[in-house]
């Protein structure tokens, strides 16, 4: 069975070109647009990798997005990879870093993300869930 | 400096001592029961309380004003000024914004926060007002320590958000809402409701 993949960015044309990337990987891949309609995916959908944008309806939707998601039981153990030009566009020096409680997500990159790191990650994630 | 843990409730009592010592002349001097009774305890609990923190005054003598409002004033980190950015400049806000207390006790809000187009760019009780989207490079800039967030409860997390993002290691909540913040922040709240939601219960149950 494929794996399933949650795509969520408000930005048209990245969730295009990383879909048809991770489809061609033979991955099923959902998309989502804002958060509310990444919550309601994910709960119906139940991907095995979640990749979530940071800024869409507000600057920090995806930080939220991310601890609402671990509020459900199902959505614990799935890994989320955080995608994100915050730091660039909003002239953050410091690193910003996974937290438990405040920012769980499992990994957290930098945009502009190439499809192809992209999918690699995404195997890496699966593999390290197997484990 | 700080001998055994000392419980949240001490520190507490520590800025009550200070706000009373700060009221009196620096030569004079005290008893740990003069000042128990100006808070309503007991001097054992006075003597106690400032145990946590070291040695204060002569046993036998009492403490010398002066030295001690200088000792304490150490140990809670009130011997410098504490740079505040205010997120939410509401009546809340603006009432904080206008408190002449934060500056006696070396607190200096130096930048406010506010999403309404008709506050920014503006300066209120002579604080500059900013769009709470700049607050990562205007904490920076500006050298700020302490976030207050006195936004409504829906916007509050966000808020939050926006300081962590932006370096702020410390964080005065004053909306009714839960925020998370991660482990190496320090968070406070002050919810006005649920304070006042107690007193009820002490006038019932006299």
């Known amino acids: 069975m494929k794996k399933k993949v949650l795509l969520v960015d408000d930005e048209a044309d990245f969730v295009e070109i990383n879909k048809a990337a991770l489809e061609n990987k033979g991955y099923q891949v959902v998309v989502a647009y804002d958060g509310k309609e990444a919550l309601s995916k994910a709960l119906e959908e139940k991907p095995d990798v979640i990749i979530l944008d940071v800024m869409m309806t507000t600057k920090t939707e995806g930080f939220d997005v991310s601890r609402k998601l671990r509020r459900h039981k ?36 930098e945009k502009p993300v190439a499809p192809e790191k992209l999918t690699e990650k995404v195997e890496e994630m699966l593999k390290r869930k197997k484990k | 400096m700080v001998r055994e843990k000392a419980p949240e409730n001490a520190a507490l009592r520590l800025s009550l001592y200070l706000r009373y010592l700060r009221e009196m002349g620096e030569e004079e001097s005290i008893s740990s029961e003069q000042l128990a009774q100006l808070l309503g305890t007991s001097g054992v609990r006075v003597r106690k309380d400032l145990s946590y923190f070291g040695q204060f005054g002569t046993p036998g003598k009492g403490y010398t004003v002066g030295k001690l409002r200088e000792q304490i004033s150490k140990v809670m980190g009130l011997d410098r000024i504490w740079t505040i950015a205010l997120v939410g400049v509401g009546k809340l806000g603006t009432a904080l914004l206008g408190y002449p207390g934060f500056r006696k006790s070396g607190f200096h809000i130096k930048v406010g926060f506010d999403v309404k187009p008709n506050k920014i760019g503006r300066k209120i009780a002579g604080v ?5 989207y700049q607050m990562p490079r205007i904490i920076r800039e500006q050298k700020i320590h302490i976030g207050i ?22 964080i005065l909540n004053f909306s009714p809402a839960r925020i998370t913040v991660p482990f190496y922040v320090k968070l406070r709240n002050v919810d006005f409701a649920s304070q006042l939601e107690v007193i009820p219960y002490y006038i019932v149950n006299r």
């Open chain 1, 74 to 109: 199902e959505m614990q153990d799935v890994p989320i990879i955080m995608l994100t030009a915050i730091r660039e566009r909003m002239d953050i020096k410091w690193k910003i870093q996974p937290d438990e409680e405040w920012l769980p997500v499992t990994e957290f990159l």
């Open chain 2, 128 to 132: 500059p007002i900013h769009h709470p």
């Open chain 2, 149 to 170: 967030i006195a936004v409504p409860a829906e916007a509050a997390q966000e808020a939050a958000d926006l300081l962590i993002i932006s370096g702020i290691k410390a």
